[in-house]
Structure formats: structure tokens, C-alpha cells
């Protein structure tokens, strides 16, 4: 079936330095993307989405880059901070018709060293 | 504050006992989710409900139930079908539409 998985479960970064999280999907007719960040105990915080007719999308610190030629898809921190320390997953929305259903990644863990 | 409210924050089970975990949203969100998230994995879909009186199952519905008698509210019901109950829930609610769905803080399940 169709699956969204990330490349790496855990990315350890310096205080300061960037980080960046990738993801891959499978699903090609996938029109929609969201990155969430999960701090323990908590639920997901949404950070930032894309649409695919777009390539590029920048936040605060944070900027989405949508591939979907290799049906790839990352979120970039700029100067990571200790507060970004969590675990992030990226969600796609398949195009079923209707609906949000949103099918998630496994997560990566962020680890900001001091 | 609009949010979503999800309670208890943590919940035992007995063998054999159903548990009713409650989700209330005053963001006037039309859709409502359920997930379920094990140790170091992601969310898994149990159901989802666009409208009121109406809901689909998600991708593991087995064990569980729902109603969606109001707008504001999804409870879900881990029912003593569901073997391997022990899991942390979130509950989710969002446009149908594709805008971000919002989550609450979960409740945790635990078997006695």
C-alpha cells in the first residue's frame, strides 16, 4: 500500500547550527503535506504544510522543500535552538475525492547538543 | 482559547471492561479524528467523522467505537475487543478540506 517513511529516526545537531529532516512518500497522487512537531507527553503541533503545486514554502525558521519528481519532501530549521528538540513527522493527504485524511511518517528524533 | 480538549490524561482498563475516552473541540471544525500512536511509531487513523451523525473507520477500527451525536464532540470507546488496548490517543479535529488538523494533548491507556 501506500506509505510515507522517513530516511533517518534520529538527527543529533548542534545549538545554532541548521538541521534538516527528510521524508519520503509514495504515493504520487498526494496533493497535500504537513510537518508536525511532538514534544514528549504532548500532541502534534502543526509547524508548516505545502500543496503540491507548490515547490518551496518558508515559515519562521523553518522552510518545507516539496520534490515531487523523487516524491521527497524535507523541513529545514534554521539555527536549530534546544526548544526544537522533539520528534517530527511528515503527513501527506492522498487524494481520495474529499476528506482530509492525513497518513503519517514514523518520525524523527531531534536532538539539539548544547 | 479555542483548542481541543481531550480527558482523562490518563486512563486504566480492567480485562473485559469497555473505557470511554472524550474529545471536545470549540474550534468549529468541521471533522474530527481519532489516531493511535504506540512507543516510537507514528499515528495510526481509528476513525474519522466529517459531519455530525456520520462517521468511516480508519485503518485499525477493530475494538473501537464512536459517535459523533455533536459538533464539539468525538468520544471514542476502547472496547474489551480490542486486545492491545495499552497506547497513547490523540484526537484531532480540522476543515475537511486541506488545512492542518489540530490535536489535542492525548490520553494515555493503560491495562490494570
Known amino acids: 500500500g501506500e506509505s510515507v517513511g522517513l530516511h533517518l529516526p534520529t538527527l543529533s545537531v548542534q545549538e545554532g547550527d541548521n538541521s534538516i529532516i527528510n521524508c519520503a512518500y509514495s504515493?504520487?497522487?498526494?496533493?497535500?503535506f504537513i510537518w508536525y512537531k511532538q514534544e514528549s507527553g504532548k500532541g502534534p503541533q502543526f509547524i508548516i504544510d505545502?500543496?503540491?503545486?507548490?515547490d518551496k514554502r518558508q515559515g519562521q525558521r523553518v522552510t518545507v522543500l516539496l520534490n515531487k519528481t523523487v516524491k521527497h519532501l524535507s523541513l529545514q530549521i534554521a539555527a536549530t535552538q534546544p526548544g526544537d528538540s522533539a520528534v517530527y513527522f511528515c503527513?501527506?493527504?492522498?487524494?481520495?475525492?474529499?476528506?482530509?485524511?492525513?497518513?503519517f511518517g514514523t518520525g524523527t528524533q531531534l536532538k539539539v547538543e548544547l | 482559547d479555542g483548542g481541543i480538549t481531550q480527558s482523562p490524561k490518563y486512563l486504566f482498563r480492567k480485562e473485559g471492561q469497555n473505557v470511554t475516552l472524550s474529545c471536545e473541540q470549540n474550534?468549529?471544525?468541521?471533522?474530527m479524528y481519532w489516531y493511535r500512536q504506540d512507543p516510537g511509531q507514528g499515528l495510526r487513523l481509528i476513525y474519522y467523522?466529517?459531519?455530525?451523525?456520520?462517521?468511516q473507520k480508519g485503518d485499525i477500527a477493530e475494538g473501537y467505537s464512536v459517535s459523533r451525536e455533536k459538533k464539539e464532540s468525538f468520544p471514542l470507546t476502547v472496547t474489551s475487543a480490542q486486545k492491545n488496548p495499552t497506547a497513547f490517543y490523540l484526537c484531532?479535529?480540522?476543515?475537511?478540506?486541506?488545512?492542518?488538523?489540530?490535536f489535542g494533548d492525548g490520553t494515555r491507556l493503560s491495562i490494570l
Open positions: 467523522s466529517q459531519i455530525v451523525n456520520d462517521f
Open positions: 484531532a479535529s480540522g476543515p475537511v478540506s486541506n488545512q492542518p488538523q489540530h
Open positions: 505545502i500543496r503540491s503545486n507548490m
Open positions: 504515493n504520487s497522487a498526494s496533493d497535500y
Open positions: 503527513a501527506e493527504n492522498p487524494f481520495t475525492g474529499g476528506g482530509n485524511k492525513l497518513t
Open positions: 474550534l468549529n471544525h468541521d471533522a
